[in-house]
């Protein structure tokens, strides 16, 4: 009959048998849970804690209680008395099973008192990272047996810590010494593995027991470079940053800089010294934030699209300015961080993920990562909407991807009244079904148009433009109510009924907003938005075809303008398929989480390596359907597309397309150029 | 019944038997065979040339016929007809097997007429080098596959050149889409991968085909440094530099080296910046010398002393001045030439041999992969005579290895006549039996003293001191004629014989030379030399201990002194064990040769690496019998150890110690001070 007991961690529900007496951190290690340590089991760094849960488990058959773990001993309770361990907190690394065990390892175990950040997804992330600090006691030298001391270094992390091969940085070769002698042989090595199969490497060294690490997490956007700083010990970040992309002046949208590029020789250089001195300015902001030096900061994770992944490497991005858009380097890239002139640790390294496609970087493998439709059953749609949306579709069994070129009008660009999402904008517009009298609200106010007080609130910006959440939203109000038709005509005849409809040369428009800036949407501005709207619904459509489904059960709207999108109304306007509104949500800088992933758990490296390698990519300018899809997505939802999920939640206006009963409209509709050029190919 | 050919390949012996039609490249591959080939069997590069044996070999039990090959193909005659292949040779890409076949891989192949040195050993070095250089062929990009240009050049290298995992250096992320294009997706990689487990590195690329890689060998002694520029497609030394250690001006030897490194904050900085600069300087050298630019440099294998070692890689080597002699780094060291701003190839390699002890370096190590007493039965003795004598003993079941304090006195310093090996010194001596007149030859004259015209020979510089081979042999002159007893005392009655035995104070002198400046050896020569061989004959003789031997088959003078010393006259003097005249032999810079073979063959790292880590040190300074064996080794050639072989090949004085015939010299003899030190302790 055997004597051991049953533990079982929790989150992870890993369970196993164990021999009485075996430390909680040697079962949770033998179970492949992961438990930080540093100092290796003698009790001085505090990073294993745990918590055992008391009561009777049903659900596992398992009854856990205090007596089943080993009370204090003098090492864990010299540390309680010196470090303050949080009561009902115990150190695995000195606890021994002692009876059936339910253990809670806690992600949030607080040394030194970090300061926490609620930015940051707040999700917790299983930690593996490529770099762990690893305390040990060196053998002194001995003239018997003349080893260096490198080599007894490098000895006692394979016995103590299990490595096999360690090679040593270059730049630590002086160092080792001295340090040796400075901790008197007590040392904590920084070793950094990233593939099972790599050679460990010793990447720095200090003196007795380092109980900190951190590193970086970093979306370079192209307009926004958002930073995290993280404990790579607790997993916690504990400081967050953003800033403008410098590179915003050489131009606004990434085809400007690669044209800046190519017309400037020194162009390509310019933009990546801009973009690394910015990135490292804000390696000063966290670190400063985070009260720690920048020389504790010791692995560091980038996403970012294809034109700035390269620019910041110093690849020139030409090649992805036009067909066949040849990226340099698809796969993860993996580099020391003084390659890229980061000035972290001088033994620092960089992973940055890997782009899917030429117009389909590594922020869309991040926000991949973070959401992982990879990772479950149902078909997830994500849409990463930009001057070129990313669209990913997949579930567990399959995984495609693809950009639509849908331009900048989401952004506000190419439309009358449109401008970036700043104070001033207009960002929510509701119009009275009867009256056709709109209502709004703008950034930097919380109040409605009608509401009292509302001039005072917009204050000195006043009602400047509309942005892109705020063009969706009128737009589509404007289907709801019937002032423009399906195929996004504005009914002319509606002029009579409300002042709001003007004539605009053969056109009409809508007026918005009669003060100074007068706002109106004109036939131009719906056209644009169409025209938009249906170069993503086309993108999706085709991805759905691959897929061969007619609906998706989740979507995700990934980057800062799908977080001020309304789902509903985006789905109006047929920018994304039907699906039931719950079930479609912004997941915010959901690169920023892939990269944190990464950065904490070098599995989800593996994962999104994998997944990137099975994603299909699907490059729509090739895909002969594409034109009829657009040509259908150009009419609001969609000419042919069912919405019964939508129009179960929102009244809808007859479709004309589902039953033909004619026009709909005061005027003749004209056809755009695209659905003529469209049907001249059909 | 097999219609498969027996296929002998030459000198390796290895043999197999293969399908008609195999090409013999890919024979020699399934057989591990290393035949060199760039262009990847598309009979471009040349590099793959074999001759074919005629003839019946009856050892192999193996006929073999210019019918057992097939005929020139058009694609080989092209290249003969370009590049002009030599009669007889035949490219393996293209040669298949049509019967047995005796294959000869020359190891001189030839391409673009590269200069060809003597000057380093000629020895054939089997090749398997760290860098190779792979010509692939990449599919160009396709959108629907959009897989970097990057991950399209490793997935070729993977596919056409059988490698794992490829990761590539950081600085070429930008040069990758350029180099494909203008080689228009045809272009040469070079590969690094040193241990088999290592993940491939791409190091460097080129556009079209690049034929011509080149490594350095270099030995980085105390008072000079030897280069050799080699190429790592053929293997041949295409260009050899040296030039004096500039640290010299810290110190001539190298505790005073390490002395001024304790005494100036600067030190370490300034000799590391200093052998680093003229090591370029060497690099651009041979570089020069072999008609080749820098950047075809790709790999770089360096030897040293540990404190050479040590301060090369900026390494403070203060703690290898005092016990226990801590070496910072003993293992093998591998980084990036860059890394010690050596500004060959970007992407080039360094790789440091181990070091064995604290005072056993990286040279030693050389030496032995060189010499290879791990390799074979017989026990060798190899001894590198310097300041300190680094001696290492084995054979293939045991190498044991130490280092004797011996002083400077071998190279002419503590002696009253000594000076450098230079010319006007001193290097040969003969003493008449009789008449006790000498007669010598110097550095720079090829005629002894007593030739008619030998003033004249030794023109300006005159004869102006004693080098250390000189010293060797008027002492063991001396001995032999009787000038001095068995204990070293300069017989003062002789003076009643010769006029060139002079008093001088207390004790005699011989005059060696009467001419401007009068050259003397003195009773304090005469110790110093004894001291200084015994200090190295107490060493060896520990060794022989712990290998439990009495003899030694072979002996190896390794090092510049080692080359001037006449095996004979050491044993006289017994600065070594007796044994067979014939199995004596210096083997020059055999350092250098050993750097060559690491450079050539990365199994020749492994196999030092792991004889480095089997070798068992000694430490002289530890070994209580040390003392004793000094002792005895103070009497000449030793007051115990009998040197029967020598004897049978040179008269050698009646010894005392053996027979015990009482003084047998004029004057009672007098202990030195060792001695009578070391008898109180006994």
Redesign the interface.
């Known amino acids: 009959m055997t004597t051991d007991h049953l533990v079982l961690f929790m989150p992870s529900g890993k369970r196993g048998r164990f021999p009485k007496g075996t430390t909680v951190l040697d079962a949770a290690r033998q179970l492949g849970v992961y438990v930080e340590s540093v100092c290796g089991g003698r009790a001085t760094c505090g990073r294993c804690q745990i918590e055992v849960q008391e009561g009777h488990f049903a659900k596992h058959k398992i009854s856990s209680s205090k007596e089943s773990i080993s009370p204090v001993g003098p090492r864990e309770a010299r540390y309680a008395e010196k470090r303050d361990l949080p009561a009902g907190r115990r150190l695995s690394c000195s606890a021994t099973v002692e009876g059936d065990l339910v253990v809670d390892v806690p992600q949030d175990t607080v040394i030194n008192a970090q300061v926490v950040r609620k930015d940051a997804d707040a999700r917790v992330i299983e930690r593996f990272p490529a770099v762990h600090l690893c305390y040990v006691e060196v053998e002194?030298?001995?003239?018997?047996?003349?080893?260096?001391?490198?080599?007894r270094l490098?000895q006692q992390l394979r016995k103590d810590w299990g490595f096999g091969?360690i090679?040593?940085d270059?730049?630590l070769?002086?160092l080792?010494?001295?340090i040796l002698r400075e901790g008197r042989w007590s040392v904590t090595a920084a070793v950094h593995q990233d593939?099972d199969?790599?050679?460990a490497r010793l990447i720095a060294l200090w003196p007795g027991l380092k109980n900190e690490a951190y590193g970086l997490a970093c979306d370079i956007g192209s307009t926004t470079i958002a930073m995290h700083l993280v404990s790579l010990l607790s997993g916690r970040v504990v400081a967050s940053a953003g800033a403008s992309n410098p590179q915003i002046r050489f131009g606004e949208d990434l085809m400007s800089r690669v044209s800046y590029v190519m017309m400037n020789p020194d162009g390509r250089e310019a933009m990546t010294r801009a973009v690394r001195q910015e990135i490292s300015k804000l390696v000063q902001k966290v670190a400063d934030n985070g009260g720690i030096e920048r020389d504790d900061i010791l692995d560091s994770v980038f996403v970012a699209n294809p034109i700035m992944h390269h620019l910041f490497?110093?690849?020139?991005p030409t090649?992805l300015g036009g067909?066949?858009?040849?990226?340099?380097?698809?796969?993860a890239?993996?580099?020391?961080a003084d390659?890229?002139r980061l000035k972290l640790n001088p033994g620092a390294r960089t992973y940055l993920l890997p782009?899917?496609?030429?117009h389909v970087g590594a922020d869309a493998a991040a926000v991949t990562l973070s959401e992982g439709p990879h990772r479950q059953d149902r078909m997830m749609l994500i849409v990463d909407v930009g001057t070129n949306a990313e669209i990913v579709l997949g579930n567990r069994e399959r995984v495609v991807a693809a950009s639509s070129p849908t331009g900048p009008a989401f952004e506000g660009a190419e439309i009358s009244s449109g401008q970036r999402a700043a104070p001033g904008a207009i960002e929510r517009v509701r119009i009275d079904r009867q009256t056709l009298e709109p209502r709004y609200r703008v950034i930097g106010s919380d109040l409605w148009s009608d509401d009292p007080g509302f001039p005072a609130s917009v204050g000195e910006t006043g009602v400047t433009g509309v942005c892109g959440s705020g063009i969706i939203e009128v737009v589509a109000e404007m289907y709801l109510t019937g002032i423009i038709s399906e195929d996004g005509v504005i009914d002319g005849a509606l002029a009579a009924r409300s002042p709001r409809i003007v004539a605009n040369g053969r056109t009409f428009s809508y007026v918005l907003s009669e003060a100074e800036p007068r706002l109106t949407i004109t036939q131009n501005d719906v056209r644009a938005i169409q025209l938009a709207k249906a170069a993503l619904y086309a993108g999706i459509r085709l991805l759905m075809e691959k897929q061969e489904v007619e609906t998706v059960d989740v979507i995700r709207f990934a980057g800062a303008f799908g977080s001020f999108i309304d789902p509903q109304y985006a789905m109006v306007l047929g920018l994304i398929p039907d699906c039931e509104l719950e079930n479609v949500s912004a997941v915010g800088n959901a690169a920023g989480t892939g990269a944190r992933m990464a950065l904490l758990n070098r599995n989800f490296r593996r994962e999104i390596e994998e997944t990137v390698r099975r994603i299909e990519?699907i490059?729509t300018?090739?895909e002969p359907k594409f034109q009829e899809h657009f040509v259908h997505a150009m009419a609001l939802p969609n000419k042919i597309d069912p919405f019964p999920k939508l129009a179960a939640q929102v009244q809808l206006p007859p479709r004309k397309g589902l039953d033909d009963d004619g026009d709909g409209g005061g005027r003749p509709r004209r056809r755009s150029r695209e659905e003529r050029a469209a049907r001249r190919r059909g």
């Open positions: 002194e030298p001995d003239m018997h047996r003349p080893l260096g001391d490198l080599d490098r091969r090679e040593a270059a730049h070769l002086p080792v010494q001295p593939e199969d790599d050679a490497l110093g690849i020139d090649e067909a066949p858009f040849a990226l340099a380097v698809s796969g890239v993996r580099m020391n390659d890229l782009c899917i496609a030429g990519k490059e300018a090739l």
